[in-house]
């Protein structure tokens, strides 16, 4: 009976230990839990401003197919997209600067936009091309061979106001190809001017470089091209980088830039295949000359004028005697 009882007592002893040890896994993942930082109420909270910035680009991508005055269009789909979620243009303003302080965090936010925006794409066949600059073609003449991100976010404030890209060539790449790369480009800021940079570098097989750059200060699609070179291909690089801010200004303008449907398109000389025509030799003039006529027979048997006098009858009737008998 004693050994029942003490038996008894170890089990519930057993039991009350493991139900603390619960309490304190509990407890200690509530603390973590309070200790995160959270968004302060008065700002707009991460999953709205994550649907809100989602609509943005959509209402932008919209608005950009619109006829009339481009900027008025996006301003005016703006207003719309800030009315569906509830949300004043001073509510926006301050969220904004208030992500715009905590760039990594508003990095990721932005990643899982990218990502939906990638899959709205995909679900409508329409994925990286929106703008059909470029076609893939069976011959693969004109391709789209951009392998980095096909959209992005940029601060005018280190490190989130570059953003670099390189890729070797493959054996896709020939001689005589050319090169476009092209994005378009939206604005979010309070003050300020619009000032980005877009560079383009193509390295060949002989180390020789050929690069362009472009201002970006305005919405809309920017275009680098890059003419055929008779070499092969080695690698092409690049980047983005939006204006940053001066050391001296310690205020919180924000300035975002996005950048979307990013595209590289390679095209293909045909002309470069093809083989030169060698240069034909010119026939002489008495080759093109039909035999025995009067034309050939002047040319190998010249009549030669007696002097610098003009020839006379008589004269041209003897040398016609002359050329019979021979």
Request: proline content about 4%; charged content about 25%; aromatic content about 8%.
């Amino acid at each position: 009976m004693k050994l029942v009882r003490f038996q008894l007592r170890k089990k519930k002893k057993k039991l009350k230990n493991k139900a603390l040890h619960i309490i304190y896994m509990v407890s200690a993942v509530l603390l973590l839990a309070s200790c995160k930082p959270q968004v302060p109420s008065k700002y707009i909270q991460p999953d709205d401003m994550e649907d809100l910035i989602y609509d943005y680009h959509i209402s932008q991508g919209v608005a950009a197919q619109q006829s009339g005055d481009a900027a008025y269009n996006r301003r005016l789909a703006f207003e719309a997209v800030l009315k569906e979620h509830g949300v004043t243009q001073a509510e926006f303003d301050s969220s904004l600067v208030y992500y715009y302080t905590r760039a990594d965090k508003f990095q990721e936010m932005y990643k899982h936009v990218q990502a939906r925006l990638n899959d709205e794409a995909e679900k409508y066949g329409a994925a990286s091309e929106v703008h059909s600059i470029v076609s893939s073609t069976a011959s693969g003449d004109t391709v789209d061979v951009w392998k980095g991100d096909r959209m992005l976010m940029l601060l005018n404030d280190r490190p989130y106001h570059l953003y670099q890209f390189s890729q070797v060539a493959d054996t896709t790449f020939h001689e005589g190809d050319s090169f476009m790369l092209t994005f378009n480009a939206t604005w979010l800021m309070q003050n300020g001017n619009r000032q980005a940079t877009a560079y383009l570098a193509i390295t060949y097989a002989n180390d020789s470089t050929t690069k362009q750059f472009s201002t970006i200060s305005s919405a809309g699609i920017t275009a680098l091209r890059i003419p055929y070179c008779k070499e092969r291909v080695k690698e092409i690089k690049g980047f983005v980088m939006c204006g940053m801010r001066p050391n001296t200004d310690n205020n919180n303008n924000l300035c975002l830039l996005f950048i979307d449907h990013i595209q590289l398109a390679k095209f293909h000389n045909k002309n470069m295949a093809q083989p030169e025509v060698p240069e034909q030799p010119q026939l002489d003039s008495a080759r093109l000359l039909k035999p025995d006529t009067p034309q050939l027979d002047s040319l190998r048997r010249p009549i030669q004028q007696p002097g610098n006098r003009p020839i006379t009858i008589g004269e041209m009737n003897k040398l016609r005697q002359m050329q019979m008998k021979k």
